[in-house]
């Protein structure tokens, strides 16, 4: 069992990478020792960092991104807690750290996804992370082209509540919410001011609260009527262990 060997920063990290990994299949021992193994290689990075590919992120929030001649900045998604930095789709855009982050150096862990034999749920963890990531960049495309400025707002926070509660970050209501109004307004197509007015909005229509570093979606259904979110596949009953808290953790430069 994960842990057995392991204390602090690592076992957290080998509990995360197992619940990510296999919340999409059912993982092997020889998984799990090559996980914990993984989760000793641990390095952390500052905010707006460039983030190496070939890791896992363990805590902290990275964006990819690609920036144009004149400075600005297009953010095509969010990679948050457990999941991979793939090194391969780095040539298309980079990515860089909206926090302080912490990932673990994963090399390993890739090349063994590739053998199928041996590492049956490993590739299937790894090909069900690759499947979703195209379906959150068709969902974030979706967003920009068809969604009012309200929608596209309502949409993320559902998804990254979703997305952060599969690993124990997020509970029904309550997600940490480290953005800016700055990035919001590079992720969802829009200015710093519209990105104000709409969070506005939802404040005053009781869609939204925003306390300390923590979004509180006071009723997420009625959100996902609003703005027609789906939500991603079902995880897997756990094969490993069970999320590290039940709360959202508090994180720095909230959402004002």
């Known amino acids: 069992m994960i842990g057995d060997r392991m204390t602090g920063r ?4 080998a509990e995360l990478m197992a619940m990510r990994l296999g919340g999409a299949a059912a993982l092997s021992r020889s998984d799990l020792e090559l996980i914990e193994t993984t989760s000793r290689r641990l ?3 500052p905010v707006g960092s460039d983030v190496p590919g070939q890791r896992i992120l363990v805590s902290g929030w990275v964006a990819r991104r690609r920036t144009l ?4 900045r297009q953010i095509f998604g969010f990679l948050l807690p457990g999941d991979p930095l793939e090194g391969r789709r780095r040539r298309h855009a980079g990515l860089a750290a909206l926090t302080p982050v912490e ?3 994963a090399s390993a862990l890739f090349e063994a996804a590739e053998d199928s034999l041996l590492h049956a749920g490993l590739t299937e963890g790894f090909e069900a992370i690759r499947d979703e990531e195209e379906r959150l960049l ?3 495309i979706v967003r ?3 969604l009012s400025a309200y929608e596209r707002t309502a949409h993320l926070l559902l998804e990254l509540r979703e997305r952060l509660a599969r690993v124990g970050l997020a509970d029904d209501q309550h997600l940490p919410m480290p953005l800016t109004q700055e990035t919001l307004a590079d992720a969802l197509g829009l200015s710093i001011v519209h990105v104000n007015r ?3 909005q939802l404040r005053r229509d009781g869609m939204l609260e925003l306390r300390s570093g923590v979004a509180t979606l006071p009723d997420p259904e009625a959100l996902a009527d609003l703005c027609g979110y789906q939500p991603l596949r079902a995880p897997r009953p756990a094969t490993g262990p069970a999320a590290p808290s039940d709360a959202p953790r ?5 959402l004002g």
Do not use: F, I
Request: glycine fraction near 8%; charged fraction near 30%; hydrophobic fraction near 35%.
């Open 43 to 45: 390095e952390t990075a």
């Open 69 to 72: 001649d004149d400075g600005s």
């Open 138 to 140: 068709l969902d974030h």
């Open 250 to 254: 508090e994180a720095a430069a909230p």
């Open 144 to 146: 920009l082209g068809k």
């Open 10 to 13: 690592a076992t957290r990290a």
């Open 198 to 200: 709409t969070v506005q």
């Open 103 to 105: 990932t673990a150096e």
